[in-house]
């Protein structure tokens, strides 16, 4: 059974940090590409960040650019997400997800396997 266990989410207040962690089992993570999608109400779902199977290919959203960083440990199959000077607008459900199709640094497309998210909520 495939499991994706995301953690680390909270309140912060805007210019702070938070590192999201993704736990995974179930499948084969150092040959996964993966990613953090996010939600926030009213808005359609986006891709935050994802990192390629190798670890040497990232894809991140304009609006996080020098913000935020993936990164991928294969040792302990987890997913990071390191968020610094955050903004009322990085307010949202994050999800790990796997990624089904990765286009360098300029895509990036999930597949149906999805955690069940954590909340982040940045005030002003």
């Known amino acids: 059974q495939v499991q994706l266990l995301e953690s680390g989410g909270g309140l912060v207040q805007a210019g702070g940090s938070l590192r999201l962690s993704c736990t995974v089992s179930g499948l084969n993570f150092v040959d996964s590409s993966m990613g953090w999608f996010r939600q926030a109400p009213g808005k359609e779902r986006e891709g935050v960040s994802c990192?390629?199977?190798?670890?040497?290919?990232?894809y991140y959203t304009n609006s996080v650019k020098g913000r935020f960083t993936i990164s991928k440990d294969n040792t302990n199959n987890t997913l990071y997400l390191h968020m610094n000077s955050l903004k009322p607008e990085d307010t949202g459900m994050y999800y790990c997800?796997?990624?089904?199709?990765?286009?360098?640094?300029?895509?990036?497309?999930?597949?149906?396997?999805w955690g069940q998210g954590t909340q982040v909520t940045v005030s002003s």
């Open positions: 990192v390629d199977w190798t670890g040497s290919s990232t």
């Open positions: 997800v796997k990624v089904q199709t990765m286009i360098g640094g300029h895509n990036c497309h999930p597949s149906k396997t």
